[in-house]
């Protein structure tokens, strides 16, 4: 193990078992050997270095000898502490290789991106924060520029609005842009309603049909200004900001 670990295991049960015959000043030397074991992985069995740690040491080991595995290099170590620190590093490795793997896995959709349009994200895809502020800034600066309801706070069902319609292979703004600049309805001028940036990006039937041209008339929006025009305007205004 590359860093030792500063918390040793403490099993009340097994600690009680072995210990119930043991005197009290034994049961300490005890706790002590373990701590060291524990740190050190290992003890020489000697006397005068096992007095070190505790002048009762050597007779704690010595009458415990089955909790403890002896090696030809004069050293001992503790079976129950060894055993659980193989565990403790094979979960350990484990989850450093699932962090490796899931990192991995990240980068490769963090570049999954459409060539085509760049705000749009795969299902496999991350939509980040920046991603989430440049939809509604768009849907911001054509609202202003129509006279439709603006985005003033970016709440999470909205967030999750955005993630649900980027995922989705038929959803593109900027052609929705157009549609609603053909209809007389979605821009308000029938009967009072006015498309909204929630009327578009919560329900997918709503901004399908709006593709689909089902409210679409010959009108223009933007005091006249072409579908094709619009979208310069916001281009050039996104792209001063």
């Known amino acids: 193990m590359a860093d030792k670990d500063p918390t040793i ?20 030397a005890y706790i002590r050997l373990l701590c060291v074991l524990w740190v050190n992985k290992f003890c020489y069995y000697d006397a005068t270095q096992l007095a070190m740690i505790s002048p009762s040491a ?21 079976n129950r502490l060894e055993e659980v620190r193989t565990k403790r590093e094979e979960i350990r490795s484990k989850r450093q290789n699932a962090g490796l793997i899931g990192s991995k896995g990240r980068w490769q959709k963090d570049n999954k991106v459409d060539s085509k349009n760049m705000t749009k994200v795969t299902e496999t895809e991350t939509v980040t924060e920046t991603v989430i502020e440049n939809e509604v800034r768009k849907w911001n600066e054509f609202a202003k520029l129509n006279n439709l309801p603006r985005v003033v706070m970016i709440t999470d069902k909205r967030k999750s609005s955005i993630k649900a319609r980027l995922s989705e292979d038929n959803f593109n703004l900027e052609h929705i842009f157009q549609r609603i600049l053909e209809s007389d309805f979605l821009l308000g001028k029938s009967n009072g309603f006015r498309a909204s940036f929630d009327f578009v990006f919560e329900g997918k039937n709503n901004y399908v049909k709006i593709l689909e041209g089902v409210y679409s008339g010959n009108n223009k929006g933007n005091n006249g200004a072409s ?3 619009l979208a310069e305007i916001v281009s050039r205004r996104l792209s001063r900001e």
Do not use: C, W
Not at 9 to 28: R, S
Not at 60 to 69: G, H, I, P, Q, T
């Open 9 to 28: 295991p403490f099993y009340a049960q097994d600690f009680l078992v072995d210990t119930i015959q043991l005197p009290e000043k034994l049961v300490g």
């Open 58 to 78: 050597k007779e704690v080991v010595d009458r415990l000898k089955s909790k403890f595995s002896f090696h030809s290099d004069n050293t001992f170590t503790s």
């Open 227 to 229: 579908p094709q025009q």
